[in-house]
């Protein structure tokens, strides 16, 4: 009986192995492409569910359904101009028919390595058709530029152009999806992520901008030290001009004040001559005689006379 069970067991469990080897479920997210032996058989599975394959002989391969991310390497290219610049592309893409993606590029990593070489190359061929202000503008937008750069602007950043960074990412898409059709891959969208000059080039850039910053810084201190000096001439003028009316005025004042000494010392002579004279003589000897000072008097002198009165 033992053995009979245990042959039983064996049988039971193999038939387990083969009935789970035999089922398997597709994710929404997935598509399927059976292999047997290495080849693709049948249809590629593109709805999700539970399906069954052959046990052990018959393998799986799962490819995603969603959109896809290629991030390319930023890449020196040269302009139709002979401008070298840094430029950064990504795109996005899916496997559109999973059986012709597995037999030609095998999983996903394939796929993103020919996408390195055709989006690059496509990239590449279309920078080199065009010159830089192409790649830099999207429209022929009046560009506005303050009266202090008019000078330094750019003379190509003025032109018009004939195509811009819209058609020149849609050259590239259009090229890449004509090569891309017989590998099972759709590319979806391209982008120019970042475009910039090469290290050189940015220093010569850099530089200019700071020489044309401090020119433009020159020319305003210069305004500002002729505005200065307007200024303090205006200031200078109308402070001589305030002096000048006021010692007009202070002349003008002192002499009418004099005139009127004058004529109070008129009228006070007419009235009392003597008493005028004795006080002239007293100041006038009061502003030329000392303490120490010797006087030689004649003896007809109106000092000498007052004095002996004066006794």
């Known amino acids: 009986m033992r053995g009979p069970l245990i042959i039983a067991i064996g049988v039971a469990l193999l038939a387990l192995v083969v009935i789970f080897s035999s089922w398997f479920i597709v994710d929404e997210s997935q598509q399927v492409v059976i292999t047997q032996f290495g080849s693709p058989v049948g249809e590629p599975i593109t709805t999700p569910g539970l399906k069954w394959k052959l046990p052990f002989i018959q393998r799986v391969n799962r490819f995603e359904k969603r ?21 950064d592309t990504y795109a996005r893409w899916r496997i559109s028919d999973p059986l ?29 058709k065009h010159d830089l202000i192409e790649v830099v503008r999207s429209t022929n937008r009046q560009l506005v530029v303050s009266e202090e750069l008019d000078d330094v602007a750019e003379p190509e950043a003025r032109n018009s152009i004939d195509f811009g960074r819209a058609e020149l990412v849609a050259e590239v898409l259009a090229s890449a999806q004509s090569r891309t059709a017989d590998l099972g891959i759709e590319i979806l969208d391209f982008r120019f992520k970042r475009i910039n000059y090469v290290e050189q080039v940015q220093e010569e850039v850099y530089a200019r901008m700071i020489s044309e910053r401090n020119r ?26 305030i002096s000048s009316e006021a010692y007009r005025d202070a002349e003008e004042i002192k002499g009418r004040a004099d005139a009127k000494a004058a004529r109070i010392y008129a009228q006070a002579y007419s009235r009392d001559a003597e008493f005028y004279r004795f006080r002239k003589s007293m100041e006038v000897l009061s502003a030329t005689m000392g303490p120490e000072t010797t006087v030689l008097l004649t003896t007809d002198s109106e000092l000498l006379r007052y004095l002996e009165n004066s006794k």
């Not at 959109?67 to 610049?85: A, V, Y």
């Not at 993606?101 to 590449?124: P, Y």
Request: a positive charge; aromatic letters at 8%.
């Open 100 to 128: 012709k993606f597995f037999q030609r590029l095998r999983d996903e990593r394939g796929g993103q390595s020919r996408l390195d070489d055709i989006l690059d190359g496509e990239t590449r061929n279309t920078i080199a």
């Open 216 to 241: 433009i810084a020159a020319k305003f201190r210069a305004e500002g030290a002729g505005e200065a000096a307007r200024i303090n001439g205006e200031r200078e003028r109308e402070l001589k001009k």
């Open 67 to 87: 959109f896809l991310e290629w991030d390319g390497d930023s890449n020196q290219l040269p302009t139709k101009d002979k401008r070298f610049i840094h430029v």
